[in-house]
């Protein structure tokens, strides 16, 4: 069973948020929450709450509500972030340095090992405590670490062949961080930050409300 | 008549894929593609296509398809790319750097014109033939230079007291890379680059994927 198939990707998309608000409600010591509790902070229907959930096989009790901590490990253990799974980053300029040096990924159990560039200025070069390797040193690197996921910030044009090499060296999974739509075999994942899409839903909201003359008055307001 | 609340958020999303391959058809010289071309390009459904652009206001002609210039136009306008739009980077670090200098906005009308920091060792220098100002002028530079739009890539802690800054001053769109969640009054836009969700959408396909015991045979495959 691929339980992905069966789990909508805006369910899976939320589940970061409900792990954030159940991790601090766990440090509060609060043993239960209630979907109408959990819907009212995420902004969410309580219906879908409890749909999100039921989605990673936890339902909430009659009166108490969802056990925190269950849902929690439930929610990490579907994410695969109950356990740190190591990553390269493949460019090292500025996106890529951000990236390594996000402290948030610890708390997605990603864990930046490396980074690979092929400017002879990087290379070698320590970014965040971890080293700049030649790309070269990529497949070699990649198989003895048991490195399965590639984050790539390379150049729009260098992205199809760097992609073709992680997936030759054993990479299961790519966060696609460049323009370049990917085309990978059967089994490799891809998920793209798609920068575009994003400026595309602020460009219209802000055209939309610029052609109306007025500033303030659409109710574009919101928790985001 | 707010356009936006029109046409849904998927399809706002899929208009920066379109105008990419359009641009290109017209390079070419190509002045009409059918629904079927578009469809097969970007993986969607004829009929899909067909609705996403008539929710921009353009339709097909029989047997000759869609206008690619006409089509571009409407795209453009529709988002507002069509006159370029300024823009403030707030957080002048790795990933504002790489934003103030990532070349792909100009194609979306965006234009970075400066960037804000309240780190000494930052502020004066330049980035990308940008000068990094100290957070203390936001407010002044943003009046003086009709500003609008202000990119958000502060620590988490720190967003909520600058975003509340850049509203004061007349910012009416944030595009917003921290992991806060903002709450802004009604008219203000705030977009959020959920790296937590795209990395949930990953974690999760190859927590599947790893869970089943195979490599490379669940169908993940396709252009990202």
Known sequence: MDRVVNVSL???RRLPLYLS????????????????????VLALEPIQVRKDL????????????FPVRNVVAAIEEFLGWDNVTDAFVVGAGHLGIALAGYSG???YGLNVVALFDNDPEKIGRQVHGKEVFPIAKFSNLAGRLHVHIAILTVPEAAAPPVAQLAIDSGIRAIWNFTPAKLSVPAGVIVERVDLAASLAVLSSKLAAQMNRGDGRTDGGAGRQ
Request: hydrophobic residues 40%; without cysteine.
């Open 10 to 12: 805006p369910t899976v």
């Open 54 to 65: 039921a989605a990673v096989g936890v339902s909430g009790q009659p009166r108490l509500g």
């Open 21 to 40: 608000v159940l991790k601090k409600a766990a440090e509060r010591e609060t043993a239960y929450v209630s979907s109408s509790q959990l819907a009212k």
């Open 105 to 107: 990924f610890q708390r």
